[in-house]
């Protein structure tokens, strides 16, 4: 995956290097957690652009390696196709 994205360190928008995120820290963020089931849920880490304020969330790698809670997404949630809505 050759995706850029703001996990490298730099804005996809602006191209600034001032990129912050709130892995590792003690998160008070409004949103922590996504809920999946009453089991199961998604952790969820922020990263902002300080020099435009382009601002993206990630699901953590610690969460995409849960099978399990994968399998339950699968379950619960939708699969997202083009041109279905509705
Ligand atoms: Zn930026």
């Given at each position: 995956?050759?995706?850029e994205?703001?996990k490298?360190?730099?804005?996809p928008?602006?191209?600034?290097?001032?990129?912050?995120?709130?892995?590792?820290?003690?998160?008070?963020a409004?949103?922590?957690?996504?809920?999946?089931?009453?089991m199961?849920?998604?952790s969820?880490?922020a990263f902002?652009?300080?020099?435009c304020?382009?601002f993206?969330e990630?699901i953590?790698?610690?969460?995409?390696?849960?099978?399990?809670?994968?399998?339950?997404v699968?379950?619960?949630w939708?699969?997202?196709s083009?041109?279905?809505?509705g």
């Amino acid at each position: 995956m050759n995706v850029e994205t703001i996990k490298s360190g730099k804005c996809p928008v602006c191209g600034s290097n001032e990129v912050y995120d709130n892995r590792g820290t003690n998160q008070t963020a409004d949103r922590k957690y996504i809920s999946v089931s009453a089991m199961y849920s998604f952790s969820v880490e922020a990263f902002v652009c300080m020099n435009c304020g382009y601002f993206k969330e990630f699901i953590t790698d610690e969460s995409m390696k849960n099978e399990k809670l994968k399998e339950k997404v699968k379950e619960k949630w939708n699969k997202t196709s083009s041109g279905k809505i509705g």
